[in-house]
């Protein structure tokens, strides 16, 4: 039997494999030129919604590698049938979501990070420790508090995005997250 963390790397580095990693160099338009304050304050608005674009993409494509890592998990170490279920629908569907995400990554030249970030690997390490039910609860737990934080980056890319493609892609990551979240929720009551 393979040690519980060689397990926990493999699954996160086939997870990381299946999706890949399109990453393309971020530009920033220039704003030289400008003669006006009406002008500069347009300008200043457009690096904004620039800049909430390209965090919406960055964060939301760490968010789908985290996702797509504990599907692969909770298909794994779930007890719960619920759980098990629930890790491989979480899993299909945020790497259909995050082949969108790099895609128009690419298109719009955002560079992507390459995998989840700290804060995210350690519950992946946290969740590797725990087993049966004790896993259960903390990976639905991890789930819903994910789902909660990829909801808030959609919301605040429909506030302040300047891309008409980023905010509908923003729209469809709501309705998926959302319908997940219930989910979440519905296992907690029965795992």
């Known amino acids: 039997m393979m040690p519980l963390r060689l397990v ?18 971020a530009t920033r338009p220039p704003s030289a030129g400008l003669t006006t304050s009406a002008e500069a304050r347009q300008a200043a608005d457009t690096r904004q919604g620039n800049r909430t674009d390209e965090s919406f993409l960055q964060k939301t494509h760490q968010a789908s590698l985290f996702g797509i ?10 007890r719960c049938p619920a759980v098990r279920r629930l890790g491989g629908d979480i899993g299909r569907n945020r790497n259909q979501l995050d082949h969108k995400i790099r895609q128009l990554a ?6 992507l990070p390459s995998g ?7 519950v992946v390490g946290g969740l590797a420790m725990k087993s049966g039910d004790g ?8 789930q819903a508090s994910t ?13 302040h995005g300047q891309s008409a493609e980023a905010k509908r892609l923003a729209r469809d990551i709501s309705l998926t997250v959302r319908k997940h979240l219930e ?3 519905q296992a907690l009551r029965v795992c």
């Open 183 to 185: 989910q979440v929720r």
């Open 135 to 142: 896993f259960d609860r903390a990976w639905l737990q991890a």
């Open 147 to 159: 789902h909660r934080q990829v909801l808030e980056l959609a919301r605040q890319e429909l506030l």
């Open 8 to 25: 926990t790397a493999a699954g996160l580095a086939y997870a990381l494999l299946m999706i890949g990693s399109s990453t393309a160099e």
């Open 69 to 78: 890592a504990k599907g692969v998990m909770a298909v794994d170490k779930g």
């Open 116 to 122: 989840p970030d700290p804060e995210q690997e350690a």
């Open 106 to 111: 690419l298109r719009a030249r955002v560079a």
